[in-house]
């Protein structure tokens, strides 16, 4: 998926507009793996074929072929292939299906499901009707042709999920409980400070600093929620905005790798290989 972030340290979604807030992300295999991130919109993802694993805090998820999910608002998570897959990524804003402020489609229908801290990830396997509707309306989505009317189709066939999403939540009785936990938003507010300045030099303690946390405690926070140090994160957040950058401008691999915080092209060029199983060149001239 494609990163970019605002600054308010969101992930920003490419595609998206005011005008008409939704768009659709076809994740081709170099395309599944992403750090760890969260933004305001809400997500739908459905898995064309193979299989790939979801990461949350609190839990991770295989997903495979013809199966998919829903993502809630701010949820943190991270996405990766197991075998070579292909998903389509869904999505919008929630101004989309509630038309305007306090509509009682956004306080009836919407926002206790975004509010609840119980609903991470809806895990949409086809096993009851309102699962099967969902994933019936996601392959549906991507073969509405765009003609007059197209948007909307679009805002129509995502009410209906919406609904089928909320009554399938409904019969399975998740209660509104959990206030976020002091440890998530640590963790936030170091990811928000590593995604402003992943392009500088960045030290343990500037990354703590950002929590108001000792170094250890760094280091604990993270490996209690993502299972990974900060300059893990910080470099596979590197890679994933050097390999956007690969695939949409025509800059050298030697200005990408110093406008995303590698102190050489020999050293990004030896970090890719690592990630990614490919060279920089190498990676570029297969989305080509």
Request: glycine share 4%; with cysteine.
């Amino acid at each position: 998926m494609k990163l970019d972030v605002t600054s308010s340290q969101l992930e920003r979604i490419e595609g998206l507009t005011a005008e008409f807030p939704y768009v659709l992300h076809r994740l081709h295999p170099s395309e599944i793996s992403t750090p760890w991130h969260w933004h305001e919109e809400l997500e739908f993802v459905y898995v064309v074929q193979g299989s790939l694993t979801v990461h949350t805090t609190t839990k991770d998820y295989i997903f495979h072929g013809t199966e998919g999910f829903f993502i809630n608002t701010n949820i943190l998570s991270s996405m990766e292939p197991i075998t070579e897959c292909i998903a389509e990524a869904h999505l919008l804003n929630k101004i989309l299906l509630s038309g305007y402020f306090r509509s009682i489609f956004e306080t009836k229908y919407i926002n206790p499901i975004l509010n609840n801290k119980n609903i991470e990830i809806v895990e949409l396997r086809g096993t009851t009707q309102e699962e099967k509707n969902i994933l019936d309306h996601l392959r549906q989505a991507p073969w509405i042709p765009k003609n007059l009317g197209y948007e909307f189709q679009i805002r129509n066939l995502f009410s209906e999920i919406w609904m089928n999403l909320y009554q399938e939540l409904e019969n399975r009785q998740i209660h509104k409980e959990s206030p976020s936990s002091v440890e998530r938003d640590r963790l936030l507010n170091m990811l928000a400070y590593i995604q402003k300045n992943y392009a500088q030099k960045i030290s343990l303690e500037e990354i703590a600093c950002a929590a108001s946390l000792s170094k250890s405690m760094c280091l604990h926070c993270f490996q209690n929620t993502i299972h990974k140090t900060p300059f893990k994160y910080l470099e596979e957040y590197r890679i994933a905005k050097a390999k956007h950058q690969l695939t949409t401008t025509n800059l050298s691999v030697t200005t990408i790798a110093f406008n995303n915080g590698f102190s050489s092209s020999a050293y990004f060029g030896k970090v890719f290989r690592e990630v990614t199983g490919f060279t920089p060149v190498q990676f570029r001239n297969q989305r080509q």
